[in-house]
Structures are given as structure tokens and as C-alpha cells.
């Protein structure tokens, strides 16, 4: 159990005061520090020639260095939480400043997993604290908020893109200006960040939020149905990172205007916000599996329109469906995990998070080879949704071995944080 981050907080403040901190700092970290690449590649790629290919290995360097970030947090437990997120957050501003300094391809690789380390750096700093002690009425809502704003970020990154395509700004000043808007967060989210806190216990975060739960015991036993529940998490990660990548390279090829495709990446952003605060109420009292994989089958489907419909609408769908999902699953993995495993929770959603990032540096590398070999951003998204609704169906044929109380724990009092 970790300590209260503020242990002097008002019973009076609201769970929105407790959390808007926090949720700035993750729209930061997460929004422009991981997900910025997505709504720029397309203005990389028209104004220097890039291939698919290139856009592919920078974005899975990002993922990497995220990957990077999260083990190190596991080998390195942070001990000085707000100095380590102060650090990281101006990390993941100046590396967004550096994008511009350099046209190598090469480079800005360097640039994307050194940015990628950062920002999971940042996450940790966050996941692994609390606006309120554990049991506080108020804690649900709080942590809801707090990842919403995951969500918050790539919404807003998506609407400066929007707004800077509009006024024909290029890549690089795309760049300077979301390098800013990083110090801008960072500065508003930093007052009510630094406070005195007492000494929190980090794990090992998924991508989009990170449990506190104890030091595992060394005897735990992993029950031997986590490597399969992992394998799924990881196809997971391969299946939605390669829209989360090319979304508006795809609203670009149906609608060349970027006031009509340059939407695609602010609603997928603001369907992520929304589901962080929806689902929790939608969900509860249903075994989290299930809610796995009902959602999952509606990324699938998202991704399935979006290839097979060369129209606008079908990629509004896939913002939406995509969107509103992939926090969904990633919660509701890492409780199937954390409950099947019993006392060695910890381990399961280190190896959750582990094949997530994982399949997130793969995704867009078999996006590569397949385009190498002819294949369009159509063909890519409809093998990617074959492989997730494979998943989905398979995940239906695990048994519920190490399953016990608690299963129902899609909910409010269930929520990750």
C-alpha cells in the first residue's frame, strides 16, 4: 500500500482541485511527450519525402524508449519523485524543441526514444502518487480524472495541429509550438504538483496508468495462465498502436484539406478522455475480461471500416472507436491479470506491461515490412484488425484459472490508479 503523496489535503476539495494537477502533467508527459509524432508525421512526410517505412521506425523508436522508461522504473525505483518529474517533463520539451534542429532521419529516431523515456519517466512520477489516501470517497473520481487527461493531451495536441495547419505552419514550427505548449502545461500543473509528499511505491506502469500494489513476495507463484493473458495484451499493442500512428495519414489520403482531416486526431484523443470517465460507470459489475474483449472486438471493427471504406466517415469511426477503447483494455488487462494472478499481481502486470510495449515497438515495424512489400495504410489496418479479433475470440477460451473474489472489478472502486 503507498503512502498519501498529500497526506495534508483538504476534505473539502473537490476531486477535480486534487486531480487537475496531475492530469496536466500526463497531457504533457503523454499527449505531446508520446503521442505527437502522429498528428505531425503527415506534414513530416509531405514536406520532406518521408516513406512509411521512415515514419514507422521513428514512431517505434518512441515506443521503445518508452519501454526503456518503464524497466528502468522496475530496476530503479524512484525515490525522488518530484525532482525525477521535474527533470522529465523538461526532458520531454526539449527534446520536442530539438525535433526541428535536424532533418536526419536518424536523429530525430534519437530524438523520439530519448522522448519516449522521458515521458514514461513523467507517468511514473505521477502513477506513483496519490491526491488522496487509499479508501478517501473521493479517490475513484480522482484517479479518473488524472488518466483522463492522457486523453485531455492528445485532444489538445490535435487541436494546435489543427489550428497550426490551418495557418500553414510547417513541421518544424509545429514542433517549436508544441515544445512550448510542453513548458505551458508543465509550469500551470507544477504549483499543485509540488507539495511535501511522503515517499510513494512505483511499479511498473501499463501505458496508460500504473497500479500501486505492493513488493511482490519472492515465493509468489505466476499462474500459468498470465504468458497467454500477456500474449493478448501484446497483440493488443501491435493491433491499435498502427492507427494510433497513422490515423491522420489516413484522414490526409481520403481528405486532402487539413480543416476536414486534421480532426481525426483531436476526436481520438477526446474519446479517450470521455471513455476514462465513462466506462468505470458503463462497466460495473461486469467481469473485466469480458469488458477486454467486447472492446477489443470494437477496435477491430474500427479499424475494419476504416480499411475497407476509403471515406472520411469510416475514419471518423475508427477515431472514435479506437479511441474510446484502447484505455478501456488497457485497464481491463492489467485487473484480469492482477486478479488471476493473486499474490503475484505485481509480476503479472510487469509482464502485461512488458508485452504491451512490446507490441507497440513491433506494430509499426511489421507496418514497415509490409509496406516494403506493397501494402497500403489499408491493407496494414485490416490485418491489424484480423489479429485483434482473433485475439478477442481466443481471449474468450481462457480459463479463469487464479480467478477469485473481486472479479467484478470494472467499476468505480475498481478503477486503476
Known amino acids: ?120 519517466s513523467a507517468f511514473i512520477c505521477v502513477a506513483s502518487s496519490r491526491a488522496v489516501p487509499q479508501g478517501d470517497p473521493r479517490e475513484p473520481a480522482t484517479a479518473a480524472l488524472t488518466y483522463a487527461g492522457v486523453g485531455a493531451g492528445i485532444a489538445l495536441t490535435g487541436l494546435a495541429c489543427l489550428g497550426l495547419m490551418a495557418w500553414q505552419v510547417g513541421a518544424d514550427g509545429t514542433w517549436l509550438i508544441l515544445g512550448a505548449l510542453t513548458l505551458a502545461l508543465s509550469a500551470m500543473a507544477w504549483p499543485g504538483l509540488n507539495r511535501p509528499a511522503a515517499a510513494a511505491t512505483p511499479t511498473a506502469p501499463s501505458a496508460a496508468n500504473a497500479p500501486n500494489t505492493p513488493t511482490p513476495a519472492p515465493s509468489a507463484r505466476l499462474p500459468r495462465v498470465i504468458p497467454r493473458l500477456a500474449l493478448h495484451y501484446g497483440i493488443f499493442g501491435v493491433g491499435y498502436i498502427i492507427p494510433a500512428t497513422f490515423l491522420p495519414a489516413m484522414a490526409k489520403q481520403v481528405i486532402p484539406n487539413p480543416a476536414i482531416f486534421g480532426w481525426a486526431w483531436p476526436l481520438f484523443g477526446l474519446a479517450a478522455a470521455v471513455s476514462c470517465l465513462l466506462v468505470p460507470r458503463l462497466a460495473r459489475g461486469r467481469d473485466e475480461k469480458r469488458v477486454w474483449q467486447a472492446a477489443q472486438a470494437l477496435m477491430a471493427a474500427g479499424m475494419l471500416a476504416a480499411a475497407l471504406w476509403h471515406h472520411i466517415t469510416a475514419v471518423i469511426v475508427a477515431a472514435l472507436l479506437v479511441g474510446g477503447t484502447f484505455m478501456v483494455i488497457t485497464q481491463a488487462g492489467i485487473l484480469t491479470a492482477r486478479r488471476m494472478a493473486g499474490a503475484a499481481a505485481p509480476r503479472a502486470a510487469a509482464i502485461m506491461t512488458a508485452a504491451f510495449a512490446a507490441g507497440q515497438i513491433l506494430g509499426p515495424l511489421l507496418a514497415s515490412w509490409a509496406a516494403h512489400w506493397g501494402a497500403g495504410l489499408a491493407q496494414v489496418l485490416g490485418g491489424g484488425a484480423a489479429l485483434l479479433a482473433l485475439s478477442a475470440w481466443r481471449l474468450g477460451k481462457i480459463t479463469t484459472e487464479g480467478e477469485g473474489a473481486g472479479h467484478n472489478a470494472i467499476g468505480p472502486k475498481g478503477c486503476i490508479h
Do not use: K
Open 1 to 120: 500500500m503507498s503512502t498519501p503523496a498529500y497526506p495534508s489535503v483538504s476534505d473539502s476539495r473537490s476531486a477535480a482541485s486534487l486531480a487537475w494537477p496531475a492530469a496536466l502533467a500526463l497531457a504533457a508527459a503523454m499527449g505531446i511527450g508520446r503521442f505527437a509524432f502522429t498528428p505531425v508525421w503527415p506534414l513530416m512526410a509531405q514536406e520532406g519525402g518521408l516513406s512509411l517505412s521512415q515514419g514507422s521506425w521513428m514512431a517505434s523508436a518512441n515506443y521503445a524508449g518508452y519501454l526503456l522508461g518503464a524497466l528502468a522504473a522496475v530496476a530503479w525505483p524512484v525515490r525522488h519523485a518530484r525532482a525525477q518529474l521535474a527533470i522529465s517533463l523538461l526532458a520531454v520539451a526539449l527534446l520536442t524543441l530539438a525535433m526541428p534542429l535536424t532533418h536526419n532521419v536518424a536523429v530525430w529516431c534519437a530524438l523520439r526514444l530519448a522522448a519516449g523515456y522521458a515521458s514514461a
